[in-house]
């Protein structure tokens, strides 16, 4: 049982490029999410998901879409990378997106973006 | 403003001495609770959290947590640190009328370091 699969593990971006992070996840969960974790700011939430085709912004959505076409696949999509984006990026999941439900996140071993 | 605070940045504790790793909060309504933890290069892993009941929460690698409402803190502790302890750990709160983004507020994060 893979869990969530998050690929590449690193990438370098040079500003203006786009690129899409990939996750994965094999456990059948409704609820998917993106965190970007920087130093000194702890994990920030960028988009989540409550179940194939919806999707919605987090805190820090700018910059950046997402789709979920399958119940498995969550990607993530730097339109035109900036510097700014220079992050570790982790992909999360849990069971059930029902409102009251608290199913712990599985994580991701997350993609360690740079951009120049 | 709804927050989490780990007050302490970092934390150094003799193997075999007991630990403690401090966290408050700040939310309105009932708080869903969690702890988890992050190995170098992995992503977070789930520890323990509290819903309801007991204050005292036992989770996984012998690490227990004691919910105090009128504190608002919910402290992570283990009677004996392992070397293999050494980690960052982050706490998390969800509020019961989050409605369903599943929005976790979560810690900076504290470093704990156990030292043979």
């Known amino acids: 049982n893979a869990g969530v699969t998050q690929t590449p593990k690193f990438q370098v971006l040079k500003t203006g490029q786009s690129m899409t992070l990939q996750c994965a996840q094999d456990m059948n969960h409704e609820y998917m999410s993106w965190y970007r974790q920087d130093p000194g700011m702890g994990l920030r939430l960028i988009h989540y998901?409550?179940?194939?085709?919806?999707?919605d912004q987090g805190e820090v959505p700018n910059g950046y879409n997402v789709s979920r076409s399958t119940t498995e696949d969550f990607p993530l999509r730097l339109l035109s990378a900036a510097p700014s984006q220079t992050s570790v990026y982790f992909c999360?999941?849990?069971?059930?997106?029902?409102?009251?439900?608290?199913?712990?996140?599985?994580f991701g071993n997350g993609t360690r973006l740079t951009v120049t | 403003a709804q927050s989490v605070a780990q007050p302490e940045d970092q934390v150094n504790v003799a193997e075999g001495n007991p630990l403690t790793v401090k966290c408050t909060y700040s939310v309105s309504g009932n708080p869903y609770l969690f702890w988890y933890v992050q190995y170098p290069n992995r992503g977070l892993q789930f520890l323990l959290k509290?819903?309801?009941?007991d204050n005292l929460v036992k989770g996984s690698y012998g690490f227990e947590a004691e919910f105090n409402k009128s504190q608002t803190s919910f402290h992570l502790k283990k009677p004996s640190a392992l070397v293999s302890d050494s980690a960052l750990y982050f706490c998390?709160?969800?509020?019961?009328?989050?409605?369903?983004?599943?929005?976790?507020?979560w810690g900076l994060g504290t470093s704990l370091a156990v030292n043979p």
């Open positions: 998390a709160v969800r509020v019961s009328n989050a409605g369903n983004n599943r929005k976790l507020i």
């Open positions: 998901s409550v179940g194939a085709g919806i999707t």
């Open positions: 999360a999941s849990s069971y059930s997106a029902a409102t009251g439900d608290n199913s712990p996140l599985h």
């Open positions: 509290y819903i309801t009941g």
